[in-house]
């Protein structure tokens, strides 16, 4: 796991040594992601520099160093990421007569490159990854980013430079380098909570998007030219969707639960080769405890596991954790955190995402991955099981909710839905104690009772300003693709929060959370082949009974009693809400100045300052949609 950046002058005035000062600058801002070494090639007859970080995991012996050139010496890439399979295609090269220097993934998918082809060599791979890829020979410069978007890729334009790298720091750091806001980003994170790539924060810079590449011939590339219209998809989840379910699985429920098994087993098989220290996050829910439980029947010897709690009870699982590594027999360590440790790293988050993003569990994320890096260098996560196999709660009660509503006549369902959504959390949460956040839950349902088309109920569910609060109309629109195959309601969010939340959400924090700590995150639940094969799955292997995941049930089952996790799923959450009218209220109220506001010009002041007036007085669920405000204000302050 490493980090990269680069430039191409496209009109070099600069001298070779500056241009190499510059590329060291930029690499500079990145060493968080690569504190083992760092590396700069400049191209000879090229404006090209390329420069990277790394953090040793495989090979760690100056035989894995990057920016690395071909034994042709045709390509040079700078990597981030890991092949999983990077020894079978080794063998296979091998077969061919291919000899290697050392025994980097590196190095295998360089000689694939050469052997195959960029096409044919990022079909055969198995992994989380981006890259740079120079072709010395044709002047072409390739990009690509992994299938389900696991690692970062940014590109754009800093004056005459085309600039990139795996994060936006390493881009603002080159000198011609305008941070002009992108207002269609703006609205898009204000409603979602982050940026959708390709968009991103700035104007004329974008996000590789999960799953494309791009090559850009150098000799023709003009100052400015518009990079979308050069990426393109290499695998396509909406075309697949459409392959499997022509190609349904036809077995019986046990035999899909032993096959899903013995996938998934392979799946944390390859994430568990390293030559540094592994171990794996554990918070007690099902997909980290299932992930835990396969690592733990092939490791020799007790796996590391880690979590962390919270001294406020309803937002503490740490027990659970603890009772199953027991009954797993992982070498486990818990940290319980305090509120001072949670706002502790509420400063960190502009430097650590660059740009605006707001899910709170950020927070957690980085504390957890700051306590396991006391240890490990590598730790798996179980991440993805809610995208592949339905585990989110709009997925199993929002076709419910939907079903029943359409019975409804409309002014009876607006009546309700305002109603609901005017009453305070905390009563709402005391109709049903037992449930961790009614309240909340509740007033989402709420939400979406008026609306009219499945669209609209997605849209509803994940957004948190509706319309987003800018002065301008708001002309964001979110891209819901849809494939040919008639697919459930439940289906579409699937697919819907794997192209979309997935990327642009999840995997954006745990990528910034953990490499800020130099630690590598590896998620079995997130290999392609566990996507493809849940999608030729009949739904009710999924969801049934209103729960999600019963497949990855039926295979924890076979390794930890249900009573030590069936419960209501809580996630990774942090008391935000109650903080803001409490610690972080002065922290709020300087960042939500109305003058300040107006002066920016950005959001819209009254609408902002009325919602914090609400959530001081108690009145709905505001937190969310005031924490992306916040966040942005943050960042804003941070960095322009």
């Known amino acids: 796991m490493c980090g990269f950046t680069g430039f191409f002058a496209l009109k070099a005035t600069a001298s070779r040594s500056e241009l190499h000062v510059m590329g060291q600058k930029m690499s500079d801002t990145i060493i968080h992601r690569g504190p083992d070494s760092g590396n700069l090639w400049q191209d000879p007859d090229t404006p090209l520099v390329l ?58 998918f360089l000689a694939a490159v050469e052997q195959w082809g960029l096409n044919q060599a990022l079909q055969k791979t198995n992994g989380m990854f981006s890259f740079a890829l120079w072709d010395r020979k044709d002047k072409v410069l390739h990009f690509a980013r992994d299938r389900l978007g696991k690692k970062p890729l940014y590109v754009g334009w800093a004056g005459n430079h085309l600039v990139f790298g795996s994060e936006l720091k390493a881009l603002r750091a080159h000198p011609e380098f305008e941070a002009q806001i992108n207002a269609y980003a703006l609205q898009g994170f204000l409603r979602m909570n982050y940026i959708e790539a390709p968009e991103t924060i700035y104007y004329n810079i974008w996000q590789l998007p999960a799953g ?59 994430r568990m080769i390293s030559d540094v220290p592994l171990g794996a996050f554990l918070s007690g829910g099902i997909d980290s405890s299932a992930v835990v439980a396969l690592m733990q029947k092939q490791a020799g010897s007790a796996v590391k596991t880690y979590s962390i709690g919270f001294e406020e009870e309803a937002y503490n699982e740490a027990q659970y954790a603890k009772d199953i590594a027991q009954h797993l027999g992982t070498d486990h360590h818990e940290h319980i955190c305090t509120g001072q440790d949670a706002l502790n790293v509420i400063p960190k988050l502009p430097d650590m995402y660059d740009e605006p993003f707001a899910d709170m569990s950020a927070i957690p994320t980085f504390l957890v991955s700051e306590f396991a890096r006391r240890d490990v260098t590598v730790a798996l996560s179980g991440d993805g099981g809610d995208e592949m196999l339905g585990g989110y709660v709009r997925h199993t009660m929002g076709p419910k909710i939907w079903k029943t509503m359409r019975m409804m006549p409309k002014i009876v369902r607006s009546g309700i839905s305002g109603t609901l959504q005017r009453l305070p959390e905390g009563p709402l949460d005391r109709l049903r104690p037992s449930q961790p956040q009614f309240g909340y839950k509740l007033q989402k349902a709420a939400r979406i009772m008026s609306l009219n088309t499945q669209e609209e109920v997605y849209e509803r569910l994940i957004c948190k300003w509706l319309p987003a609060p800018v ?123 109305e003058r300040s506001l107006k002066q920016q010009g950005y959001l819209d002041a009254k609408t902002v300052r009325d919602t914090w007036t609400r959530h001081l007085d108690g009145q709905g669920r505001n937190g969310e949609a005031l924490w992306a405000v916040l966040m942005f204000q943050a960042w804003h302050k941070r960095w322009m």
């Open 51 to 108: 420069a990277h970080r790394r953090l040793s995991i495989i090979d760690l012996t100056k035989d894995g160093e990057q920016p690395m050139t071909s034994s042709s010496e045709r390509y040079v890439i700078v990597f981030n990421g890991e092949f999983y399979n990077f020894q079978n295609l080794r063998r296979d090269l091998e077969a061919k007569g291919v000899k290697f220097k050392g025994r980097s993934d590196t190095e295998v």
């Open 212 to 270: 494309h590449r791009m090559s850009l011939d150098l000799s023709t590339l003009r100052t400015g030219d518009d990079l979308l219209d050069e990426m393109k998809a290499y695998w396509d989840p909406v075309r697949l969707v459409d392959d499997s379910k022509a190609n349904m699985v036809n077995k019986h429920e046990d035999k899909i639960v032993d096959d899903f098994e013995r996938l998934l087993t392979t799946c944390v098989s390859d």
């Open 471 to 593: 002065p301008d109309k708001d002309i964001f629109e979110p891209v819901l693709p849809l494939p040919r195959a008639d697919l459930s309601f439940a289906e579409k969010m699937m697919l819907w929060d794997t192209v979309g939340y997935l990327p642009n959400d999840i995997l954006t924090k745990v990528d910034r959370a953990s490499m800020a700590v130099s630690l590598e995150a590896r998620a079995p639940l997130l290999d392609h082949r566990v996507f493809e094969y849940c999608w030729r799955l009949p739904e009710h292997v999924k969801i049934r009974d209103q729960k999600g995941k019963w497949l990855l049930r039926q295979v924890l089952k076979k390794h930890v009693p249900e009573k030590l996790f069936e419960r209501p799923k809580q996630g990774f959450a942090i008391p935000v809400a109650d903080w803001l009218r409490g610690p972080l209220r002065e922290w709020a109220e300087d960042l939500l100045d």
